[in-house]
Structures are given as C-alpha cells and as structure tokens.
C-alpha cells in the first residue's frame, strides 16, 4: 500500500531563507508527483508536477526533484517571502484499480514571518 | 481558460439531511476526482468519474455517491448526514485520456459543516 509522508510537518522561518521541504513515498512504482499549495480554507493549487522519468522541475523560485529508486522528493523554495506562507502538499500518482489515483501526504504547514 | 469552479462554497446541513455539490471542470478535461479533506484525517479519495463513467472508488460508504454528466461536469451526493461528514470537499479536473497526462487541477472546495 503506497503511503507518502512530509517531514517536517511544520516549519517557521524568517523571511529570505532559504528551505527545503521533504516528501517519502514507499512505493517506487508511481507514474509523477505533484506538489501543491494550499491556503487556509482554501483549494489546492498545483505548483510543479515531475514525471517519473524527470529528476527535477523548476518555477521561479521553487524547485522540486525526484529520486524514485529511494522514494523521495524534496521541494526547495529560494528566499522565502510571507506570502510563501501556506500549507504545502506533495501526491503521488498511482495505478490502482485499473486506473490511476492521487495518494497524498499530510503536508507541511510553513510560516515565513517578517 | 477558465479553472475547476466548484459549488456552493459553504454549506450548512443538519444530521439527516443529504446533500449535493457541483463541479466543473477544466474545459476539455474529461476527469473529474472528489476528495474529502478533514484535520484529522487529510486528503482522502472518494471516486473518480471519466465520460461519465465511474473508474475508481476510495473506501467510503454508500452514502456517498457521485455522478458526471456529458459535458464533464460532476455532482457529489452525500445522504443521511452524519457530523463526521463535516469537511471541505475538493474536486480535482485532469485530462485523463493518456497515464502521463494526469496533472490534477483543483477547484477551491466545498466547505460543508453538518449540525
């Protein structure tokens, strides 16, 4: 059964560091990962999607990449700002079924203060 | 282009009650997912629908049902309202015609609180 985890669960921080957010998968046989952020009450919004065959994806200040052989992906954001802050949310997708689904991690709740 | 539009945006219900929410999806996207998402237990899959047909279900019960009708669009039913149903509720649009095209796009939820 295919469980993905996010470390750290939380995290604070002053704004212009530099972070690194960390997503485990325990099944390698995924087709991509997206990572995605998620306001407050609010929906998801997709940030980066790597295929399984990519080892990384780029947009603006964000980074993500992929190592499925040892189930990980990490999502770097360059000098973080408040707006940054959020909850963010890595998934995997996955053939179950006869079809592909979602799985999803917890997500990591980031705060950027001033 | 316009994005997954999902409504009500809130919604209020007593135990007992059900309930439907909608779902529009991404013009041209075939595939529509639901997910529940609850503090407790996070971002949880329902079922998904593609041409109107349902090709994946989570572990829910009965009380649950969706549909999608033939221009994609999707409503989610929820009967005999329990408190535990109380959540946001997200629909997901994507392709769906090809297993690398499977980038999701989600609406900005349903928040449903049941008294």
């Known amino acids: 059964k295919q469980e993905v985890t996010q470390i750290p669960a939380a995290l604070s921080v002053p704004e212009g560091e530099n972070l690194v957010l960390n997503c485990s998968f325990t099944?390698?046989?995924?087709?991509?990962l997206q990572w995605f952020r998620q306001d407050p009450g609010k929906g998801l919004t997709s940030l980066l999607l790597?295929?399984?065959?990519?080892r990384e994806q780029t947009s603006g200040r964000l980074n993500a990449s992929l190592d499925k052989s040892s189930g990980r992906s990490t999502l770097y954001i360059a000098a973080s700002q408040p707006g940054d802050s959020a909850t963010y949310l890595c998934a995997v997708t996955i053939f179950s079924g006869g079809y592909n689904k979602l799985i999803f991690g917890a997500g990591t709740r980031l705060a950027v203060h001033p | 282009k316009a994005g997954v539009t999902q409504t009500p945006r809130y919604l209020i219900k007593t135990r007992g009650q059900q309930v439907t929410l909608s779902c529009s999806p991404i013009?041209?996207?075939?595939?529509v997912s639901w997910y529940q998402q609850t503090p407790g237990q996070g971002l949880q899959f329902l079922f998904e629908?593609?041409?109107?047909?349902?090709?994946n279900k989570g572990n829910f019960p009965g009380r649950f049902s969706g549909r999608q009708f033939s221009n994609s669009r999707s409503e989610m039913n929820v009967s005999t309202l329990e408190l535990g149903d109380s959540a946001l509720y997200l629909c997901a649009s994507s392709p769906g015609t090809h297993f690398m095209n499977t980038e999701a796009f989600f609406g900005q939820g349903t928040r449903l609180t049941v008294v």
């Open positions: 790597i295929q399984s065959s990519q």
């Open positions: 013009s041209g996207h075939r595939s």
């Open positions: 099944d390698s046989a995924i087709y991509n």
């Open positions: 629908y593609f041409s109107e047909t349902q090709r």
